[in-house]
């Protein structure tokens, strides 16, 4: 038994010379109670409001701001199985056992039997008169000095905001809110504390560290079974997660890729949206949160002020929206490199692929997917190569890649159609090459995006920030064509695309000219 | 004519004051193109002439090859036609293709 703790024989009995008759209560004038001191008075003058108010003098949850030990002393029903009763719902059942009625009322179930549903009312207009301020009714009052004075019918709430609320998430909200929670949820929280014989604080700091092992060891599950999938992307946790994983140590599991890098790139993308939004995150309060948190660490790594730091990503993002001359030239120059990097036979063997004709596709997609895989390195992430054989319902799209699925498609037949209308006049091997250019145009495209996607994962150096910015700001065609296709990612793989298309078709007419 | 732009931009199109300070400084970087614009604004279509031709696109043929593209990427293109005609060359080519 917990200290603090008491017996069954302990409980407060009912009122025994209170003679009012049940139907006596029942007929009673519901006329609330006019007289300020008659209402109950609350234990909890120190407990917050609802109204979250100034945090800025805060420092952390202290006793004084806790209920203080002048809470029920005695035992009660135990508290039903979490989750059994939805929120609102009356936590004190219909029927219930000699031995629970024994237990509320001190071994008088007899008399008290047949009540239950008026203490369930009772609790509920004492509640909101706790809470709501509320008056309670001439009837509410008799019926609390029936059921044995209001110290028990307040044992009686706190037992039901244990119950209705959920104790990981009012502890969360209490590190979190540092202190900060309702009145109802504080009653709740004091509850558990008192049946465990701690204060608030420390049964707070202790079921916050279970709280946070149980989140290390299901985060090690989920990183583990995603990993195992092939589909790992620590996109998905939270700023505190990563924290957690990180400071986490297991012997025998490696959390590389969920580290520093990706930390990082989370914290960019949130400090960039807090900057383009002047600071007006909209989303929800965890959101909010880890915005502040990214900030914070940002500001720390990169040792700069946050003005300094909103000032960097506002620069950032002018070179990646709004690019000058020697942004293009950058662009056009890391391109060139890229494909001076194709060996020629790879071209050529692109070229080859085709067949005499000039029209396996699929031939030339497959040896290039080898090709690009291998260029940037991304045999070992799972990108998935489609060529779409339908040219139904493509809309202007050519191909796409995917970054959550790693499906990089390429609408081969709708492009083949395109070509087709718009060189209608043209002769047959001019429409081919054509084809042929938009499709390895296409595939180099899509490549470089996944390259990109990739390497914001794996660097923090300019580039990768930019890729990450870039990629969660991402502005689509149907938004403006002309800002879709200037922003730094379309714009380094359109111009991927392009020059490597020549190529792929300079390679094919070569060779086709050889063949002749 | 930059802040005439600006406005129309930020007014009519929607845009951001960034984007739209970043657009019309290059439309208005040549008065041809500038007043070809503020002719599109005026008519709402492409239909007017005599009309500006650069490499043989005028604005209705740039339109013409996607009709969901706005009025700043058509003029945009015919800037780009003047600069670096190698900058559109994909898109005049593929009908301004999404990829």
Not at chain 1, 173 to 179: H, I, T
Not at chain 1, 181 to 196: C, D, G, T
Not at chain 1, 264 to 288: C, F, V, W
Request: contains cysteine.
């Amino acid at each position: 038994m917990a200290q603090g703790e008491r017996t069954s024989a302990e409980v407060a009995p009912a009122d025994a010379d209170n003679n009012t008759s049940w139907d006596e209560l029942d007929k009673a004038d519901e006329t609330p109670i006019d007289n300020p001191e008659d209402t109950p008075e609350s234990d909890n003058s120190q407990v917050e409001t609802d109204d979250k108010g100034d945090w800025s003098d805060f420092d952390a949850p202290t006793e004084k701001d806790e209920l203080g030990d002048k809470g029920p002393q005695y035992e009660l029903i135990e508290p039903l199985p979490m989750g059994e009763l939805s929120p609102g719902k009356s936590p004190i059942p219909d029927e219930l056992t000699s031995q629970e009625i024994g237990q509320i009322v001190g071994g008088r179930e007899s008399a008290i039997k047949p009540d239950l549903k008026r203490l369930h009312n009772t609790v509920k207009a004492y509640e909101a008169s706790v809470f709501d301020g509320k008056a309670l009714s001439a009837t509410d009052r008799a019926l609390i000095a029936r059921f044995g004075g209001e110290k028990f019918i307040k044992e009686q709430l706190e037992l039901t905001l244990a119950q209705r609320y959920n104790e990981g998430q009012v502890i969360s909200a209490y590190y979190s809110n540092r202190g900060r929670i309702s009145q109802r949820e504080m009653w709740a929280l004091n509850y558990w504390a008192k049946q465990a014989g701690k204060s608030v604080a420390n049964y707070a700091k202790e079921r916050m560290e279970y709280y946070n092992n149980e989140k290390v060891r299901a985060i090690d599950i989920a990183t583990t079974q995603l990993r195992a999938d092939g589909r790992f992307d620590p996109d998905y946790l939270t700023l505190d997660e990563a924290d957690l994983v990180m400071d986490y140590d297991q012997d025998g599991l490696e959390y590389d890729a969920c580290g520093r890098i990706y930390r990082e790139r989370r914290a960019h993308t949130l400090a960039y949206l807090a900057d383009r939004d002047n600071g007006q995150i909209k989303g929800s309060p965890a959101m909010q949160r880890d915005v502040d948190l990214a900030i914070r660490y940002l500001c720390r790594e990169k040792h700069r002020s946050a003005s300094e730091l909103g000032e960097y990503y506002r620069e950032l993002a002018e070179h990646i929206y709004h690019p000058n001359a020697n942004d293009r030239a950058e662009t056009r120059s890391y391109v060139d490199n890229l494909i001076k990097k194709i060996p020629q036979a790879e071209i050529d063997r692109a070229a080859d692929s085709l067949g005499p004709d000039g029209k396996n596709y699929a031939a030339m997609v497959k040896t290039l997917e080898h090709t690009f895989k291998k260029l940037f390195k991304l045999e070992s992430v799972g990108i998935k190569v489609i060529i779409d054989t339908s040219d139904e319902d493509k809309e202007g799209t050519f191909g796409f890649y995917s970054p959550t699925s790693k499906v990089l498609q390429v609408n081969a037949k709708y492009i083949e159609t395109c070509m087709r209308n718009d060189y209608k006049n043209s002769d047959e091997e001019y429409v081919a090459t054509k084809v042929i250019n938009e499709i390895a145009d296409t595939i180099a495209h899509e490549f470089l995006h996944a390259y990109q996607e990739e390497y914001g994962k794996l660097h923090s150096d300019k580039r990768g920030e930019m890729y990450v910015i870039n990629g969660f700001d991402y502005i689509s065609a149907e938004d403006s064509y002309s800002k879709y296709r200037d922003q730094t990612m379309e714009r380094e793989s359109f111009d991927m695309g392009g020059k490597f298309g020549s190529m792929v078709v300079s390679s094919y007419l070569l060779k086709k000219g050889g063949r002749r | 004519m930059s802040e005439e732009i600006v406005k129309c931009l930020t007014d009519e199109l929607k845009y951001s004051a960034g984007d739209a300070e970043y657009y019309a400084k290059q439309l208005a970087e040549y008065d041809d193109i500038a007043n070809e614009f503020l002719t599109w604004r005026k008519n709402q279509n492409y239909d007017y002439s005599p009309a500006l031709e650069i490499d043989g696109w005028t604005a209705k043929k740039i339109h013409e090859r996607n009709r969901n593209i706005d009025a700043v990427t058509v003029f945009m293109t015919m800037y780009w036609l003047r600069v670096d005609p190698d900058y559109v060359k994909s898109e005049l080519e593929t009908g301004f293709a999404v990829k």
